[in-house]
């Protein structure tokens, strides 16, 4: 199993940005996938889910109506659009085979900030 994130970077409060998850080393259109995050100092935050099909999502209460999960099977990768950026949004963001984020790629650092 192979999870590489990009994407990542510097973002004004407010903004946008996107991450990209590519997978390899398994069925990716098998299995619902997850991002988790982590903040300085803190442990891992589920952050959403998306099914194997795409057609439910999931998003934790501190991130819904900003942040969007979607994927394309064909090309194995997920992607997390974040918009209306918070500064409690910095972390660095993992995709994920599960939600407690136990397999996971080595993330994409997103730091909002003025």
């Known amino acids: 199993v192979q999870l590489v994130e990009s994407g990542g970077g510097l973002v004004q409060p407010g903004g946008s940005l996107r991450l990209s998850c590519a997978a390899s080393g398994f069925v990716f259109s098998a299995y619902s996938m997850f991002w988790v995050r982590q903040a300085p100092g803190e442990g891992l935050e589920w952050v959403s889910t998306i099914w194997d099909d795409g057609r439910r999502t999931f998003y934790a209460d501190s991130v819904k109506d900003r942040f969007t999960v979607s994927r394309d099977n064909a090309k194995n990768t997920m992607y997390l659009q974040i918009d209306s950026a918070k500064s409690e949004d910095t972390a660095l963001y993992y995709c994920?085979?599960?939600?407690?984020?136990?397999?996971r790629g080595r993330g994409t650092q997103v730091t909002v900030s003025s």
């Open positions: 994920a085979m599960d939600k407690t984020g136990s397999t």
